[in-house]
């Protein structure tokens, strides 16, 4: 029931009684039954197949109909503020059979007005079509079949352009799991190719493609804080610039849906340059659309790079409150696949960090090994690495030291395999194996906390490892106390 229970559960009140009228008519049959018990717990099949009493078989059909009924009537649901435009699209081709020629042609102009102005390039190519076949035996044919043909080139471009978008959030998610070098040129290569596209044509909606993929790679990839600030001014044009596209096209569907994502850069870029002021504005202003982003599947990466930037607020500000405020209604209402690997693994390590902070290392140490029990995160090594070793240190927290030192023996063994580099994680593997040892407390707590800071030293190589992980001194002293609570 893992597909029902998701989709019936995230329905508002209103939607699902608009549903369970078209399902069922609210007569007491096997379907209502379905989803009002799934809209109010979990049940297994099991239990499911003796409330209906039916047979297994019965059973499956009956719930893979439910499915395929329920997506039909909630892809109804989906909002196309543009559709009546697009209506009249379809009803193009009909104008070269119409009975008054002028009037066709005079309908079809204003038409292309409205669709040069949102942008819509793949209707402009039927309309064009029919313009050119209209004036047939006129000196404008060949005018309209340049434009036919023109924007069929611009329609492809389009259409790579927003292949490449998504293509770059895929890579991006790839790179921040692995940090190699051929992922990163893979992303380089990918916005050079959008780059160029967008020089051949004058558009608006290329405009707003090209630039959320290049203010991304500057915060995520090239977020030095002293390079972001020196384009402050550059940013903040082309952000504004970028809403008022939104604001303008406001019945455009793709501008509509991804409308959220130029405050989630703009929160993620005043964090990365320290700008705390402005960053808590876009955090909180985010906040309150979170509920409807995490719907959206499509939303998927940028809430997930919008909880990456909230654990960089709390180790600057050190608020746990903000850090954690809104995970119950991230938790019920985003929907991640394990295929969806960056967006996977980062949201099950920002829900490990926060148990972190709020010193519940029993429920970080859980989270973090269900996460690796989910996926195998050999192919992303570093992922990898980042991962054992801060399982590790809430281990040697909470003082389960075989487990601790049963992690670091693999940890030893996956690095020596490795040709060069992982300087910051035998210093952090050399930091627990003495917080294990048996030795004076105040020696040991002084230790420690020497070594934790040496490690914050050498931790700003390629090879960085836990970046988000900030041990205060209460921690370093749960850490090497020999007696745990």
């Not at 078209?22 to 297994?44: I, M, W, Y």
């Not at 630039?211 to 504004?240: A, D, T, W």
Request: aromatic residues 12%; proline residues 1%; hydrophobic residues 35%.
């Amino acid at each position: 029931m893992d597909v029902l229970n998701k989709t019936i559960k995230k329905l508002s009140e209103e939607e699902y009684q608009a549903l369970i009228m078209q399902v069922s008519g609210k007569k007491k049959n096997k379907p209502f039954v379905v989803l009002e018990t799934t809209r109010t717990r979990d049940v297994a099949d099991s239990e499911m197949m003796e409330l209906l009493q039916v047979n297994a078989s019965t059973y499956y059909t009956l719930k893979s109909r439910l499915n395929s009924k329920i997506a039909a009537i909630l892809s109804k649901n989906v909002q196309n503020p543009i559709s009546s435009l697009i209506d009249e699209v379809t009803r193009v081709p009909a104008n070269l059979y119409g009975s008054n020629k002028d009037f066709s042609i005079r309908a079809l102009k204003e038409l292309e007005k409205q669709l040069i102005e949102y942008d819509l390039s793949s209707e402009l190519i039927i309309v064009y079509k029919t313009l050119s076949q209209l004036h047939l035996y006129s000196e404008d044919y060949e005018h309209y079949d340049n434009l036919y043909k023109k924007h069929v080139a611009f329609s492809l471009a389009v259409s790579k352009a927003e292949s490449l978008f998504y293509k770059f959030i895929l890579k991006t998610g790839k790179y921040l799991l692995t940090r190699s070098a051929t992922d990163h040129n893979d992303i380089l290569t990918i916005q050079r190719e959008i780059s160029n596209i967008c020089e051949l044509y004058d558009s608006h909606r290329l405009f707003v493609i090209y630039n959320i993929v290049r203010l991304y790679h500057m915060c995520i990839i090239e977020n030095s804080p002293e390079g972001l600030k020196s384009r402050e001014l550059e940013v903040e044009n082309v952000l504004q610039e970028m809403n008022r596209i939104f604001q303008k096209y406001h019945l455009d569907t793709f501008y509509q849906n991804i409308k959220f994502i130029s405050d989630f850069i703009y929160f993620e870029y005043y964090q990365r340059t320290g700008n705390q002021v402005r960053a808590d504005y876009y955090h909180d202003k985010s906040i309150s659309s979170m509920d409807e982003l995490c719907g959206k599947h499509f939303m998927s990466f940028h809430v997930i790079r919008f909880l990456e930037s909230k654990i960089e607020k709390y180790l600057a500000d050190g608020n746990i409150d903000k850090l954690v405020e809104p995970n119950e209604r991230i938790l019920k209402n985003l929907d991640i696949d394990t295929n969806e690997e960056y967006q996977y693994v980062t949201f099950k390590k920002y829900f490990a960090i926060c148990k972190f902070y709020q010193r519940d290392y029993s429920g970080a140490a859980r989270a973090i090994n269900d996460l690796r029990n989910k996926i195998s995160l050999k192919q992303y090594l570093v992922t990898d690495i980042e991962s054992k070793l801060f399982q590790a240190l809430q281990y040697c927290i909470l003082g389960e030291d075989g487990l601790c030192m049963q992690i670091l023996s693999s940890l030893k063994r996956q690095i020596r395999e490795q040709d060069a580099g992982f300087e910051s994680t035998k210093l952090f593997i050399k930091l627990l194996k003495a917080a294990l040892k048996p030795a004076d407390y105040r020696k040991k707590v002084k230790k420690i906390t020497e070594m934790w800071n040496e490690f914050q030293k050498q931790n700003h190589q390629n090879d960085h490892i836990l970046k988000y992980v900030k041990l205060d001194e209460v921690t370093i002293r749960k850490m090497t106390n020999p007696i745990k609570e």
